[in-house]
Each structure stands twice: as C-alpha cells, then as structure tokens.
C-alpha cells in the first residue's frame, strides 16, 4: 500500500536555526499536505499542496510538491521556541477523501 | 473550517472494557474519519464513517472490535470493545474539508487501558 518516509525522526537545533525535513514514497500522489501535532492536541495544518512543483508559504514555513508527485519537503526558517512540536507530512490519491500520513518529524529547539 | 468537539479527552479503563468516543462537529460534514495514534507514532485510518451507511474499515481493523455509528452529519462515535492495553492510543476524528481536500482533526481521546 501507499507508505510515506519522512525524515528526520527527530532534530535537536538552537533557536533562530533553519530546519528541512522530507518526505519521500513510491506511490504518486495528487495532494500533499504539512500537519503540526502539539502535545494533548491533534494535527493542525500548516500548509497544502495540490500541484507538482508548487512551492508554497506560509510565513516562516515554506513547503514544496515534488515534481514527480512522490515527495515533498518542509523548510522552517529562523526556528522559535513556539515551532517546537511534531511535523507530519500526508498525501493523498486522486479521487480518494482519506490521508495517509508519514511517521513525524519530532523538532526540539535549544534557547 | 469545521471545529470539532471530541469527548472524553482522556480516560483510564480497565481490561476487558468497551469506551465509547464521541465526536461532534459544528457544521455539516459527509465523511467523518476515525484514526489512530499509538504512543510515539503516526496517525493510522481505523475507518471511514458516512451517515446513513455502514462503516468502511482499514485492513487491520473491524468491526466488531471498533464500532462506530453515524446517526447524523455532524455526529459520530468509535467504541473501542473487550480493550486491551495494546488499544493504548489517541484516538481522533477527523472530517474532510470539501472546499480545501484537507483534513480537519479534533483534539484526540487519550485512553489508557490497564
């Protein structure tokens, strides 16, 4: 079935620092989404992306459609301690309403 | 986009036990999602609810461990039977946005099973 690989598992940076994390399949997709997970909270949605190559931000987020349809990455630029939490990437087949999700990105910033 | 309600937010049940979570959203929705998280890991799909019809379950799960009911569109409920502490989890709903083909997710039901 459609598995998304998302890296890193885990970063350790100091704030003001910039972060890149990917995710990467072998499945195409027609949607790619960035969700954030705080503690006790479910995902939140950060940034979606509908076409291949489209490059999108939102503030100091910016987020990329592969344009083989099969990745997309998450830049952060200048970290705060407020971006500290856990980063999903989801995709989506064409014609399906359900995601499937990559197994997080958990970001800790060091003041 | 659709705020959704989720009851309890967390709960500790004993082996053996079925809970019972429900999800409220504030707006009309067609499909109504149910995943979930297990300790320190991704979302799973447990099942796809649509009023009015039954349940399409993920490989994996079924029926007669999570049933869920759709009475109305804006009201859903998961039960989680017989748990063991392996049903450990978050377990979330989520509904689809039409609009925006994303997903709207609520704050979660942590459960704890001892």
């Known amino acids: 079935g459609q598995q998304l690989n998302q890296s890193p598992q885990s970063m350790f940076i100091q704030e003001g620092e910039d972060v890149s994390m990917n995710c990467t399949s072998s499945s195409i997709f027609n949607t790619w989404l960035w969700y954030k997970q705080d503690p006790g909270e479910g995902p939140v949605l950060l940034i979606a992306l509908y076409k291949a190559g489209e490059l999108t931000s939102n503030g100091r987020l910016t987020a990329q459609f592969g344009i083989t349809r099969k990745d997309s990455f998450l830049n952060i630029s200048a970290s705060i301690p407020s971006d500290v939490g856990i980063y999903f990437c989801?995709?989506?087949?064409?014609?399906?309403?359900?995601?499937?999700f990559g197994q997080g990105t958990r970001l800790t910033i060091n003041p | 986009s659709a705020v959704i309600s989720q009851k309890p937010s967390r709960d500790i049940c004993q082996r053996g036990t079925s809970l019972t979570i429900q999800c409220q959203v504030d707006s009309q929705v067609t499909m109504m999602f149910w995943y979930r998280q297990q300790p320190g890991q991704s979302l799973t799909l447990i099942a796809t609810a649509n009023q009015g019809s039954e349940a399409t379950y993920e490989s994996g799960f079924v029926i007669d461990k999570f049933p869920i009911s759709r009475p109305n569109l804006t009201f859903s409920t998961l039960t989680v039977s017989n748990m063991s502490p392996e049903d450990s989890s978050i377990y979330l709903c989520?509904?689809?946005?039409?609009?925006?083909?994303?997903?709207?997710f609520g704050a979660g039901s942590r459960l704890t099973v001892l």
């Open positions: 989520s509904v689809a946005d039409s609009g925006a083909g994303v997903l709207t």
């Open positions: 989801a995709a989506r087949i064409q014609g399906a309403q359900k995601l499937v």
